[in-house]
């Protein structure tokens, strides 16, 4: 399925990431509760959920589209949710693409 777009969604109660095919379709979707804690360990539930998203797409995606509450800094590629104190300035799109290039 190289041709499914991953959605990410980054909540103050969830984070969730799914799979939408060339029709619209959502064809996998997973959601774990936002922790408590660090940036790191916030990070950790993003970074597993896309992992096994890129499982179910056969490792590939043709794209990636991320939801977050504000302040985004597009040009930074960084996120400062205000429901998540611990991602000020949060690397968001260099975590991604690590992950998904």
């Not at 979707?29 to 916030?42: R, S, V, W």
């Not at 998203?53 to 597009?74: E, F, H, K, W, Y």
């Amino acid at each position: 399925m190289a041709t499914a777009t991953l959605a990410i969604d980054i909540g103050g109660t969830k984070i969730a990431a799914g799979l939408v095919d060339d029709e619209g379709v959502l064809v996998h979707q997973a959601k774990l509760p936002t922790p408590d804690g660090d940036a790191d360990a916030i990070w950790a539930i993003v970074e597993s959920l896309v992992a096994e998203a890129l499982s179910a797409a056969g490792g590939a995606v043709r794209g990636v589209g991320i939801a977050s509450a504000g302040p985004i800094d597009q040009p930074a590629g960084t996120v400062s949710p205000i429901n998540i104190v611990e991602w000020n300035r949060f690397p968001i799109v260099d975590r991604v693409s690590a992950i998904v290039d």
